[in-house]
């Protein structure tokens, strides 16, 4: 079992950037795949993106239409840690950021606490 723990996330204004970590512990945490989850005021819980296993090289990458091209995934395995950098932030992706192992979109474990980002106008 892996157990993940979102990093303060904060405000920026709308264009800014913002990385968010995920670190992990559990001795198998390279055997699974993470991706971000966020959910906004009013709305369920969505994928944001993915990125796959340690056995999976190079790492194989998936993202929502909303993010693609905008956010980047990546992970560290030495570090035990998941990534998200986001650029060209906008208000919409104001929302509670989870982190989370995955198979498909499917999250796999019970939810952490997540960050606040806001992206103000």
């Known amino acids: 079992h892996v157990q993940l723990v979102e990093s303060v996330g904060g405000l920026v204004q709308a264009g800014g950037s913002l990385r968010l970590s995920c670190a992990a512990s559990?001795?198998?945490?390279?055997?699974?795949?993470i991706a971000w989850f966020r959910r906004s005021p009013g709305k369920e819980r969505e994928f944001v993106a993915k990125i796959s296993r340690s056995s999976w090289r190079p790492f194989t990458t998936y993202y929502a239409d909303s993010v693609k091209g905008r956010f980047t995934i990546s992970r560290d395995n030495a570090k035990n840690a998941v990534y998200l950098q986001m650029n060209s932030l906008k208000p919409e992706d104001t929302a509670v950021y989870y982190c989370?192992?995955?198979?498909?979109?499917?999250?796999?474990?019970?939810w952490g606490q997540g960050t606040q980002v806001t992206v103000s106008s």
């Open positions: 989370n192992a995955a198979t498909g979109t499917t999250p796999l474990y019970d």
């Open positions: 559990g001795r198998t945490f390279s055997s699974v795949d």
